[in-house]
């Protein structure tokens, strides 16, 4: 046989008769490779509750993953993403008016009276990231409970909505995982138990294992449906579970390890009766219990005819720190957020590679706020508020009866993101603007602002600042107010600055 042929019956040998794609194959390389082929949601449905209460758990319990959840949090929401309605400049007014009111609405958002709509943000957030999903169920209120727009959110963590329950039900609608569709395939209501399935009940609860459906229209559901049909969501640590587990299990073996190394302990070796392990007092009560334990520095009196020999545990710590580094490192990666975010290590690269990994983790947090968050929370909420405020009576849009759509229409603007390196990143913004490769709006939007109120600030700034004969100016093209009369011109710029001074441009 040629050697040709041996290496093709090899291949053929190791990829299960597979030689079309050998990550098909069944045979030694890829023995007990056999994943499941059921869709996401049967999978959800088995063990989405498991998940979910060692997500929990690991939230509570382990310092890797509860860091790691509360700096994703804190990156995606910080203070809050706010809104600002895109209206017209002849719509001005109407734009100061909804933002009041939204401002005052905000105090008054929580059901359950804990924090304002920031807040709740913050919460969801939060709640999505450990348990892969977060429910909110906007709860009308009567016009007398409130001072401003009369709704609020409740939110509902995951628990509420059973996996378990599917079934058909007249008229040819189908509830899957607690979700009720549609003949289309359109989600109609959301059955949820009365109480947490897991919680203490009221003592007078006559009904607590009864679930209530809910329209569609009032409840928000917030996942990061990753998969195609995907109707609930999945834990993010689900990646790394196992291996944050075990290295929780491998740190206790370690710290027992060192314990038991530090203890110095020593053994009897020799003939006769030990008498370290043979209590005999004379109230006879000779249980044989050790007269004294092994302790730390201890010398203990052995009799006559006794030697003792120390232990000597093997030191086999050397590879903990590289194993634990390299441990994290993956499981950081699982969970989508830098290692030196998550651990506070600085010391594993430069500033360079730092920064490179802090301006991958912010684009990652600005797709899922943009494509998750506020698709799926700030802009519902935005438009159940200016829907409700109307109804109530609290404000008049002109032509809302024609098209509401046009006060639909906002910016939710996430909290700016501090710089890594201020003069150089602030140069470079002033630069972008300046070559035209940014406008003003953009760069104020980034930073978390609205161009409009800057504008009217620094407008109200200039004013005060006139009447002081001390004018403002900026360096960025377009924005220095006029020379006050009989103020000297601006020295002209030097092209060519000495060296030893920093360029200015």
Not at 154 to 181: H, K, R, W, Y
Not at 491 to 503: G, I
């Amino acid at each position: 046989m040629g050697i040709l042929s041996r290496v093709a019956s090899a291949f053929r040998l190791s990829s299960g008769g597979n030689n079309s794609f050998e990550a098909a194959g069944t045979g030694r390389r890829l023995l007990g490779f056999n994943p499941s082929r059921n869709h996401v949601n049967v999978a959800i449905a088995a063990a989405g509750s498991t998940l979910v209460a060692r997500a929990r758990w690991l939230y509570e319990n382990d310092g890797i993953a509860g860091n790691a959840v509360d700096e994703w949090t804190s990156a995606a929401v910080g203070d809050g993403i706010k809104p600002r309605p895109r209206l017209k400049k002849e719509r001005k007014a109407a734009k100061a008016t909804l933002i009041a009111l939204f401002m005052k609405w905000t105090d008054e958002a929580d059901a359950e009276g804990l924090t304002d709509y920031y807040g709740l943000q913050e919460k969801v957030a939060r709640e999505a990231y450990i348990a892969g999903e977060c429910f909110i169920r906007i709860r009308a209120r009567r016009r007398s409970d409130m001072w401003t727009v009369p709704f609020q959110l409740q939110m509902l963590p995951a628990e509420m909505l059973d996996l378990a329950f599917s079934t058909s039900l007249p008229g040819g609608n189908f509830v899957v995982a607690g979700i009720e569709f549609n003949a289309i395939g359109a989600r109609v209501a959301y059955h949820f138990w009365r109480f947490h399935p897991n919680d203490t009940r009221p003592p007078n609860a006559l009904n607590a294992r009864e679930r209530v459906r809910v329209p569609a229209a009032e409840v928000l559901h917030v996942y990061d449906g990753r998969q195609s049909g995907q109707i609930r969501g999945v834990p993010r640590v689900a990646r790394v579970l196992v291996k944050i587990f075990g290295l929780e299990v491998y740190d206790d073996a370690e710290i027992e390890r060192k314990k038991t190394a530090a203890l110095f302990a020593g053994f009897l070796v020799g003939r006769g009766e030990n008498p370290l392990t043979v209590n005999d007092d004379d109230d006879g009560d000779d249980d044989d219990t050790p007269i004294a334990g092994i302790q730390p520095g201890a010398i203990i009196d052995l009799g006559n005819d006794r030697d003792i020999k120390f232990s000597s545990p093997a030191e086999v710590g050397g590879s903990y720190e590289a194993f634990q580094y390299r441990t994290i490192l993956k499981i950081c990666a699982g969970l989508g957020v830098p290692y030196s975010i998550v651990t506070g290590d600085m010391t594993k690269g430069n500033f360079s590679n730092v920064r490179t990994a802090i301006v991958a983790f912010r684009r990652r947090i600005s797709q899922w706020q943009n494509n998750t968050l506020i698709f799926q929370l700030c802009r519902p909420v935005w438009i159940a508020f200016v829907e409700r405020a109307v109804m109530a009576g609290l404000i008049e849009l002109p032509g809302y009866d024609e098209d509401p759509t046009e006060y639909w229409q906002c910016d939710h603007l996430p909290p700016r993101q501090e710089w890594l390196d201020p003069a150089k990143d602030i140069a470079a913004e002033k630069d972008a603007i300046k070559g035209g490769l940014k406008s003003r709006t953009q760069s104020i939007a980034e930073r978390g602002y609205d161009i409009e109120d800057v504008d009217d600030e620094i407008e109200a700034e200039r004013t005060d600042a006139a009447g002081r004969a001390m004018p403002l100016v900026f360096d960025t093209d377009g924005t220095a107010p006029p020379l006050a009369q009989g103020a000297p011109p601006p020295a002209p710029a030097d092209d060519n600055p000495p060296e030893d001074l920093p360029n200015a441009a």
